[in-house]
């Protein structure tokens, strides 16, 4: 989630500010910097921020902080979590300086009119966006806001800014926010090693292919700008460049592009005709492009219709569970819950679509709870329980996570009660979800630490949790939060089919054991993008990139396989196998290759895939403590 769709307020916000950084060695040193130093910067950004506003002009300290904080091309492409900890840290600061200021001058009457025409000067003359970018993202989305703010006059922003930058750089501690949790059975069995089971991949193995993040954009045309300075570039009103090299190609483009529908039916059509002994598919969201300034409900349906129509031509017959990603609502990423009851703030358009569409492949009782948040739960096979959830409610870019925090138990609350039926009925789970769970998911840090207790509660039960919204080839091993020495569960992640960052399109074949239902072993399929569009006129050539068990030397893909070989990689005798499993994550795509990734980048994300709780570094202080020795 690229930082333009973070904020219609600007959050805008950088770095050096006043002559002030952070380097913290660790995550409480970094909340003791922040808030020490918080207040009187604070204080010094608003006095020239309210001249500013007040007479319309900058004074040369407000002019200057701003020439330091304008954005850079980089900047514009990083996730939130990627800058560097003096960055994030400097964010939050100035953002709780500004919503303080812009939810002041609310209570004092400013319109919103007012209102925009401030954030729209920030974001500008902050660059964090080209103009027409920041005019479309802020008018989709001021009016949520609004909303929010005008109904909850005790709202700070400091809790604000703890939600949309939430990181160990910007900290929550508004008990509102923190103090909720899910009512968890207590008759579990206790966990006394990690997870494990006998089987190894067989030719009995149940085969589920999974698909994930097209992002089909019906503006993409080869040959239009790929260099364009917006979220979403490649797009037929963005003109053709003077430099051919910046044109887009034809079956995709590695820059910050969506895919051409060309390939998403190439995807497709190569899976039906590659694997059609699949027993099922897979498919986790974000079918919707990056162009988030001028979404529609309009543009999203036409494009859901487009890729659902392919879906149930290409299998009629074979069952297709699907999960909301984060991109198919409009304004992006914003999910209101039900009690929001303003019409025009209501996502219930979008899951009375789904629930039509998707009734195609699910029984007549998923409608109910589809209609109602966009999630279900479905028996596939005797002992196998499909859980579909729309965790998009716990995403730090859902500003309704603002208006009111507890209501996000609801459907976490919903998941552990179906786990507990499915436990006593004796089934295994598949749980699906857009967005991963784990800490580099960007889901609210509370939603990390319920649903890591249901996870720890119900290890037995679940066979299976499957991720897309990241568009990289990675898993995430879950860890006892009692006994973190034993792996309880692994969740992993289809990938994308899209190139979109840097990357090849791919998309993921699981084999299943037919008793456990656990993932005995996966194979992700590529085809590079630069070959692929030297020949436009032929089909491109995928191929199997990798094995993930005679990749690693795994017997399986259980939790307790899975510790081994992050045990293994986390050592310097392992360095060239967490190179190759960083090269298969970003899925040999040219640019990240080119790019490359040093130590202490294979480090960093060696530690993503054990960091599944914002805060709780136990497991990568263990590998960390390995790595260099």
């Excluded at 200021?101 to 025409?117: H, I, S």
């Excluded at 089909?216 to 979220?231: F, I, M, Q, T």
């Excluded at 692929?532 to 995928?542: T, V």
Aim: charged share 20%; net charge negative.
């Amino acid at each position: 989630m690229k930082l333009v769709i973070a904020t219609w307020l600007c959050l805008l916000l950088a770095s050096s500010v006043f002559g002030y950084q952070v380097k913290p060695k660790d995550f409480h040193q970094m909340v003791d910097s922040l808030e020490r130093h918080y207040v009187s910067i604070q204080e010094e950004f608003q006095q020239d921020f309210e001249v500013w506003q007040q007479t319309k002009e900058k004074t040369a300290r407000l002019q200057q902080v701003f020439d330091v904080l304008k954005f850079s091309e980089e900047e514009r492409r990083n996730d939130l979590e990627d800058l560097p900890h003096e960055r994030q840290t400097t964010f939050c600061i100035l953002c709780r300086s500004i919503v303080s200021q812009l939810m002041q001058q609310r209570v004092n009457g400013a319109t919103r009119a007012d209102l925009f025409a401030t954030a729209y000067e920030l974001c500008t003359t902050l660059q964090i966006q080209e103009s027409d970018v920041c005019f479309g993202v802020i008018e989709l989305n001021i009016d949520f806001f609004l909303y929010i703010f005008d109904n909850r006059p005790n709202l700070g922003a400091d809790s604000v800014c703890g939600v949309i930058f939430q990181s160990s750089s910007c900290v929550m501690n508004d008990p509102e926010f923190l103090d909720w949790s899910v009512n968890v059975d207590t008759n579990g069995e206790p966990i006394t090693q990690s997870k494990h089971f006998p089987n190894a991949r067989s030719e009995n193995d149940i085969k589920i292919v999974h698909i994930t993040d097209l992002h089909y954009d019906s503006k993409y045309e080869a040959g239009y700008n790929a260099v364009c300075n917006r979220p979403a570039c490649c797009r037929n009103d963005q003109g053709i460049p003077n430099n051919p090299q910046e044109g887009a190609g034809f079956w995709g483009d590695y820059r910050d592009c969506d895919s051409p529908w060309v390939s998403v039916e190439d995807t497709i059509d190569h899976i039906v005709e590659n694997h059609p002994d699949a027993a099922y598919i897979y498919h986790t969201g974000d079918i919707i492009d990056h162009g988030v300034w001028e979404t529609s409900i309009g543009h999203n349906i036409r494009s859901m219709n487009r890729l659902h129509n392919k879906l149930i031509e290409a299998f009629p017959n074979t069952p297709v569970y699907n999960a909301i990603g984060n991109h198919e609502a409009h304004p992006t990423n914003v999910f209101a819950p039900t009690i929001a009851n303003r019409p025009e703030l209501s996502v219930g358009w979008l899951y009375s679509y789904l629930a039509d569409v998707w009734g195609h492949w699910l029984p007549r009782s998923t409608i109910n709870t589809i209609r109602q948040g966009g999630f279900y739960t479905t028996l596939v096979r005797p002992g196998l329980r499909m859980v579909v959830v729309n965790n998009q409610d716990c995403y730090t870019y859902n500003w309704w996570i603002l208006w009111n925090p507890g209501y996000l138990a609801n459907q976490l609350q919903w998941l552990h009660d179906v786990l507990l039926l499915a436990e006593q009925n004796g089934e295994k789970v598949h749980l699906l979800a857009h967005i991963p769970y784990s800490s580099s998911g960007s889901t609210f840090v509370v939603c990390q630490r319920e649903f890591r207790r249901i996870v720890e509660r119900f290890h037995d039960t679940i066979s299976g949790i499957f991720h897309g919204h990241t568009h990289r080839d990675e898993f995430n091993v879950y860890y006892s939060r009692e006994n973190p020495q034993h792996a309880i569960n692994v969740a992993w992640n289809g990938g994308s089919a899209t190139a979109f960052s840097d990357i090849n399109f791919n998309y993921v074949v699981y084999y299943v054991d037919p008793e456990t239902y656990q993932v005995t072993d996966f194979e992700s399929y590529i085809f590079n993008l630069t070959e692929a569009n030297q020949f436009p006129d032929r089909r491109p050539e995928w191929f199997k990139l990798y094995s993930f068990a005679d990749a690693f030397g795994m017997h399986n893909l259980s939790p307790a396989e899975a510790d081994t070989m992050l045990k293994r990689l986390g050592t310097p005798a392992g360095r060239s196998e967490l190179r190759q499993y960083w090269e298969f994550k970003v899925k040999m795509g040219d640019p990240s290759l080119a790019a490359g990734c040093n130590d202490d980048c294979l480090l960093n994300h060696l530690c993503q895939v054990v960091v599944t709780e914002l805060g709780d570094d136990v497991k990568c202080d263990e590998l960390r403590d390995t790595f260099f020795d």
